[in-house]
Structures are given as C-alpha cells and as structure tokens.
C-alpha cells in the first residue's frame, strides 16, 4: 500500500512542475495527428467507398510512423535550419509541428475524391511531420528531466496524448457529421498551434554539444552501442520483444473504424463510444499502469499487459454475436481501452529503460518504431484478411498473436533485470 501511496503521490506532484505542463501539451501535439491519418481517416475512406483493400493499402502512407529511426540520427546530431537558434530540439519540433498543421489543411482542401494519388501523398507528409514531432518529444522527455522525474513527464504526457486522441476521434466525427470533412480536418490544423506556442515558451534541455564524428558514424554509433552493451542475441530478443508486444492491438487499427460501421452504427455513435467514452478509460488504464510499475516494478505488469491486450480482442468477436447493439459495442471499447492504456504506460516504462542517454533520439526512435511494425505491416494486409475469414476470424487470429510475445518474455525473464526505475 506504501508503494501505492507513493506513486500516486508523485503522478500527482507532476501537474505542478512546469515541465510536465510542457509535456501536456506536447503529448496533446503527438496525439493530433495519429489518428487522422489512421482511424479517423479509414472512416472518411469508408464513407467515400473505398473498400477495405484499398484502405489497407493506403494505411501504408504511414510507415514513417515505423521507420524514424531511419532519420532520427540527423535530429541528434544537426540542429534543424531557420529554427535552430530555438535550440536543436525545440528546433527541430517547431518545424515538423508548422509542417504537420500545413500538410492537414492541404487534406481538408484536397480531399479523396479530387485526387487519391495527391490525397495519399499529403497522407505520407502528415505521417513524416507527425513521427519527426514523436521523435524529438520523445528525446525532450528524457533529456529535460533526470530518471527519477521521468515517470511524471510521461503521465502527463500522455495525459495530453489521450485528449488529443478525444479531439481527432470523437471531435473530428463529430465535426464531420454536422459540418463535412474538410472542416474536421481544418480545425485540427488549428489545434496544433496549442503545441506550437508550448514549444516556444519551453526551455531548452541542456545538451552535451554533439560529438563531431562522421556521417557514418551517427548513423552506426547508437546501434553499435546498444548491442554492445546487450550482446547480440540479447539486443536482438529485445527487439523482437518490443516490436510483437503491441501486434493484438496493431492488427485491429484498419479494420476497426470499417467494423464499427458494418456493424451498424452512425458516426455519432462511434465517436461517442469510441473516442469519448473509450479514451477516458484508456487515461485511467495509463494511471493504472503507472502505478502498477511503480508499486511492482515492470516483471509483472509485462505479463499482465501483454496478456490483457490479446484477451481484450475477444470482444471484438462477442460483438460481431450482436451486431448493432449498443451495450456490447460500450463493454468492448471500454476493456479495449483499458488494456492499451495499461500496456502503453507499461511499455514505454521498459522502453526508456533500454535507452542510452547519449543516443536518446536515435535508440528510443528505433524501440518505439519496432513496438510498431510487425503489427504496421500486418494492418495494410488485414482488411484483406477480415474480408477472407470474416470479422469473427480475424479477431481470433489478432487474439492468438501474442503466443510469440508470451514466448520471448519467458526466454527474457531470467536474462534480464527488470528493474521498475533507471536504466
């Protein structure tokens, strides 16, 4: 209870620092744009008579999502051009956030029906801007705060996050169906100037001055000292554990806004379940998960996260029993919910504690891209898959693809110290 009491008390502590109301506001930044080239935006392809191919496919205008640490050693090593006077992280975030709210107004005023070729490519650019901005937040979070004080900026972050999630789900539905969505979509370009101004009043983090090494070099460095440091087959099982970890969750990201439509409900319906009443229970599965490392350490919240998110997708499968019905649709969104908040909190806790601080950008770029991919990659696919075995089966496959997660956790557990806090 102690343990309990404590951690409770330093989430709370978190809202006074001025730091964490920095990263309120940056979180709400990051989680603007997810969804509206993602859930969101499947919905508007729906409504346009795309089919479920055809978003797949068109899902994969969001790979930079999963491949920035491609470039995220450029974003430690260089400070962006015109901004960088602001410093080289704020730089850097300023740029991609005025590029980010550029590139959705030029999607509210394009639009898929006038050109699916441009429309997808403005799609591509939000998807850039947006994981340039996950990038360098995410390397500000570590950096302006010590080891201590990180799981505070993370709960507040992702506080900001989540209600982000509210405004480009429900709100961008909501807008949508009384206004169009061009004016959803304009008014989200608007509300990333609530990050813009929080990046100009922020402090800088002090830096080391970057090393002076070759191209090469910051390319290779961060890479070759993680696996260093790990060995290879232990780097590797790391890796490998990051990037199955979120696959139940990850398969469901294209075919969901399609189901819930098939299954009968209006746009008002869904945003109200699912980006209202779900992210609030999604905000206290963070809490929760927040909690539950700082009272338990990360042995075995990993376990029950990574278990909750596969059990959760059978819900999915009791309410294709009963179409249409409201209650079903609330009980699944509300335990899909639950479980993502809790394993998100859980996840990024084990994912700093993996990162180097002289490579913060570049490791937590490439942990955070692979938590990703696996599920990335089978999303552009999966709406073939609902369409092949049915939304019954597919939910079934999506639940039994944490086998290979539960299977790498066991091989970790005794060759890791899975320490609650630090690195």
Avoid at 72 to 85: C, I, K, Q, T
Avoid at 189 to 206: D, I, K, S, T, W
Avoid at 291 to 299: E, P
Wanted: a positive charge; hydrophobic letters at 55%.
């Amino acid at each position: 209870m102690k343990a309990l009491a404590a951690a409770w008390r330093g989430i709370a502590s978190a809202f006074a620092t001025p730091s964490a109301a920095t990263l309120f506001f940056l979180g709400f930044g990051c989680g603007l744009p997810f969804l509206l080239v993602g859930y969101t935006l499947s919905i508007w392809l729906r409504e346009a008579q795309y089919d479920l191919g055809a978003i797949g496919l068109i899902s994969y205008a969001t790979l930079f999502y999963v491949f920035k640490f491609v470039w995220a050693p450029l974003l430690d090593r260089f400070s962006v051009p015109l901004f960088g006077r602001l410093g080289r992280r704020r730089g850097w975030m300023l740029l991609s956030q005025a590029l980010l709210a550029a590139a959705l107004l030029a999607m509210a005023a394009t639009g898929p029906q006038a050109s699916i070729t441009v429309f997808v490519a403005l799609v591509g650019l939000v998807a850039l801007a947006g994981a340039t901005q996950d990038t360098v937040v995410d390397a500000y979070r570590i950096e302006i705060a010590p080891i201590e004080a990180q799981a505070a900026l993370a709960a507040t972050y992702t506080l900001g996050y989540r209600l982000a999630l509210i405004a480009s789900g429900a709100g961008a539905l909501y807008l949508a169906d009384l206004a169009g969505w061009a004016a959803a979509y304009m008014l989200m370009a608007a509300l990333m100037l609530l990050p813009l101004v929080a990046v100009l009043l922020a402090r800088e983090p002090h830096l080391a001055p970057p090393l002076q090494r070759g191209l090469a070099e910051t390319f290779v460095g961060p890479f070759r000292e993680f696996f260093g440091r790990n060995g290879v087959l232990l780097a590797l099982a790391l890796l490998a554990f990051v990037g199955l970890f979120k696959m139940p969750d990850q398969m469901l990201g294209v075919v969901a806004g399609p189901f819930y439509v098939d299954s009968g409900f209006d746009k008002s319906q869904i945003a109200t379940v699912s980006k209202l009443i779900g992210v609030w229970v999604g905000i206290a599965g963070t809490f929760l998960g927040g909690v539950a490392v700082a009272g338990f350490g990360l042995r075995g919240p990993l376990v029950v996260a990574a278990v909750a998110v596969s059990v959760s997708n059978l819900l999915f499968v009791l309410m294709t029993q009963h179409p249409g019905e409201l209650w079903v649709f609330v009980l699944t969104i509300c335990g899909d919910n639950l479980a993502q908040g809790f394993a998100g909190t859980v996840l990024v806790a084990f994912m700093s504690s993996l990162a180097d601080r002289n490579y913060t950008a570049t490791q937590y770029a490439l942990l955070s891209s692979l938590a990703n991919l696996p599920g990335k990659l089978l999303g552009g696919a999966s709406g073939w898959m609902a369409e092949a075995w049915g939304y019954a089966g597919f939910f079934v496959l999506s639940t039994v693809s944490v086998v290979p997660t539960l299977l790498l956790l066991a091989w970790l557990w005794p060759r890791t110290r899975l320490q609650g806090h630090g690195h």
